[in-house]
């Protein structure tokens, strides 16, 4: 893989990672919050219809939810587009190890919340996250 391939896909991982963050903010709002509810519905699934948003706890961890998404997607594209030229090797493990982390803690507490179906979808994710960065670029 060459250094330019891992540069663009590190800015598709930031948008893969921010993109569901205004999903979530949305989630703060009654009015708009059927988005998040519909996606939290989908990943645990089977789409059932059971997942609720209504309580007001939820809809604070929907904000830190969405906060830290859009944060996380952001930081890895200003990596990309600031850092990488210096440093891509310490970026590309970076990310790759961020990402890493993301999906052991979130698989397992899925898991013990008993939503092991997550834990399915995270496999996708780290796939289509990580791509072509497991390895180093060529120089």
């Not at 803690?105 to 072509?132: E, H, M, R, W």
Request: hydrophobic fraction near 50%.
């Amino acid at each position: 893989m060459s250094r330019r391939l891992h540069k663009a896909w590190m800015k598709w991982t930031a948008v893969l990672v921010g993109v569901a963050g205004p999903i979530f903010f949305l989630g703060t709002i009654p009015a708009t919050q059927e988005g998040a509810r519909l996606t939290l519905d989908i990943l645990s699934w089977p789409l059932d219809g059971a997942t609720r948003w209504d309580s007001p706890d939820t809809r604070f961890l929907s904000a830190l939810t969405g906060g830290f998404l859009v944060g996380w997607g952001v930081m890895i594209w200003c990596l990309a587009s600031w850092v990488y030229d210096a440093a891509p090797e310490a970026v590309r493990r970076t990310v790759v190890t961020g990402i890493l982390a993301w999906f052991v803690v979130d698989s397992a507490g899925s898991i013990a919340s008993g939503n092991p179906s997550n834990a399915l979808f995270n496999v996708l994710v780290l796939l289509l996250g990580v791509g072509p960065m497991w390895r180093p670029a060529r120089s």
